[in-house]
């Protein structure tokens, strides 16, 4: 299997950089600063880390599903997703590889990650300008997601579904 997929030299991408059931455990976009439309990273089963640490804006899309050995996320400089940000059925168990985000066009999606615990990474988002999901994951603390909510504004409905109670909050 591939160990790492390096793109050293992709500064930016016009369009969408979709990586889809890669059996490669790093994805490394060290120089990467944006993307045109779409971010994907889907059915990367052996994928655990994806580090794109100068990437500052994504013209539509963050979407990370299915990358389920997923542990590590570094978009440290990543300020902006035009549209949605879908992070669904990953292996993290922490998003705190999101600092810099501040908002997001469209839906926030954050569900059926069952290792999730702490979203407090995504602390610093002002805004989400559609619809924000938190749901069906298993070791989420009810506390985290709450006080989330209450300090973005969101624009469409925020559910929260399914994730654990209280008394295994930290």
């Known amino acids: 299997s591939l160990t790492t997929l390096d793109l050293s030299s992709l500064e930016s991408a016009a369009l969408s ?4 059931s890669l059996p490669a455990e790093v994805i490394s976009l060290p120089v990467l600063t944006e993307v045109g439309t779409t971010l994907q990273v889907s059915g990367s089963l ?11 804006s994504i013209g539509l899309d963050l979407d990370l599903a299915g990358a389920t050995g997923l542990q590590t996320l570094d978009f440290q400089s990543l300020e902006e997703v035009g ?30 990650n069952p290792g999730l615990r702490d979203i407090t990474g995504l602390y610093g988002m002002e805004r989400v300008g559609g619809d924000v999901r938190i749901g069906y994951n298993a070791r989420l603390c009810r506390t985290e997601t709450h006080a989330f909510f209450s300090a973005i504004d969101v624009g469409g409905t925020f ?10 909050c930290p």
């Open 83 to 112: 549209r949605g940000l879908n992070v669904t059925g990953s292996g993290l168990q922490r998003l705190d590889g999101l600092p810099a985000l501040r908002s997001a066009g469209g839906d926030l999606l954050i569900q059926n």
């Open 46 to 56: 052996d994928t655990k880390e994806i580090s794109a640490p100068k990437l500052t």
């Open 17 to 20: 950089l979709s990586v889809q």
């Open 159 to 168: 559910s929260i579904n399914q994730n654990t109670n209280n008394s295994s």
